[in-house]
T-cell receptor
C-alpha cells in the first residue's frame, strides 16, 4: 500500500524554539495533506488541511501563526510549531490523500516534547 | 455536522474470543465509512472501508457492514489474536469524497494469551 513518512519521529526541544516536521508521500502524489494532533488516550484532532500550492485551511481554534503549514509540492508538506511551549507537547500525525483512489494514508506520527 | 460515536473501551478479551466494537454515525447523504487501527507507538493504518450502503469491508479477519438503516458500521472479528491489541478508530468522510475524515474517540483493545 501507499506509504507516508514523517520526520523526525521524535523530537525534544526547549521552550521558545521552533520545530519543523516533514510529511512525505513516498509513492503517490497527494494534492491534499492533513495535519492532526493526538492527545494521550484521545482521538485525532484535525488541525489543518493543506492543498498543494495554496494556503492551508485551519480548523477552528488552531492558531495559524503558531502552526505554520507549507505544502510546497505534491509529495511534501511541513508543519512548523513556532515558539513551542510545553503545552504543545503532543503526537502530531500527518496524512495524505491519494487523489486517484481517494484513500487517506497516515504517517507514523511525530512525538514532540517541549521542555 | 457529521459525527461518529464508538463504544468506549477499554475492551479486554482472551485469545480466540469474538470481538465486536460498535460504531454509529450521523451524517447527511451517503458518507464513506472506515475503520483505522493504531498499534502502540505507530500511526494509523487503514483496516477496512465501505463506500456505500450494504457494502462489507473486510481485512485480516475483521469485517464491518455499512448499515444505512441503523447508521452503523460495527467492527467484528471471529477469533482475536494477541497481535490484534491496538486502538481502533471508526471514521467517516462525507459524501463527495473531498470532505475531511471525522473520527470516533477510539477503542482500545487488549487481547490476552
Amino acid at each position: 500500500g501507499a506509504v507516508v513518512s514523517q520526520h523526525p519521529s521524535r523530537v525534544i526541544c526547549k521552550s521558545g524554539t521552533s520545530v519543523k516536521i516533514e510529511c512525505r508521500s513516498l509513492d503517490f502524489q497527494a494534492t491534499t495533506m492533513f495535519w492532526y494532533r493526538q492527545f494521550p488516550k484521545q482521538s485525532l484532532m484535525l488541525m489543518a488541511t493543506s492543498n498543494e500550492g495554496s494556503k492551508a485551511t485551519y480548523e477552528q481554534g488552531v492558531e495559524k501563526d503558531k502552526f505554520l503549514i507549507n505544502h510546497a509540492s505534491l509529495t511534501l508538506s511541513t508543519l512548523t510549531v513556532t515558539s513551542a511551549h510545553p503545552e504543545d507537547s503532543s503526537f502530531y500525525i500527518c496524512s495524505a490523500r491519494d487523489a486517484i483512489q481517494e484513500t487517506q494514508y497516515f504517517g507514523p506520527g511525530t512525538r514532540l516534547l517541549v521542555l | 455536522g457529521n459525527s461518529v460515536t464508538q463504544m468506549e473501551g477499554p475492551v479486554t478479551l482472551s485469545e480466540e474470543a469474538f470481538l465486536t466494537i460498535n460504531c454509529t454515525y450521523t451524517a447527511t447523504g451517503y458518507p464513506s465509512l472506515f475503520w483505522y487501527v493504531q498499534y502502540p507507538g505507530e500511526g494509523l493504518q487503514l483496516l477496512l472501508k465501505a463506500t456505500k450502503a450494504d457494502d462489507k469491508g473486510s481485512n485480516k479477519g475483521f469485517e464491518a457492514t455499512y448499515r444505512k438503516e441503523t447508521t452503523s458500521f460495527h467492527l467484528e472479528k471471529g477469533s482475536v489474536q494477541v497481535s490484534d491489541s491496538a486502538v481502533y478508530f471508526c471514521a467517516l468522510r462525507g459524501q463527495g469524497g473531498s470532505e475531511k475524515l471525522v473520527f470516533g474517540k477510539g477503542t482500545k483493545l487488549t487481547v490476552n494469551p
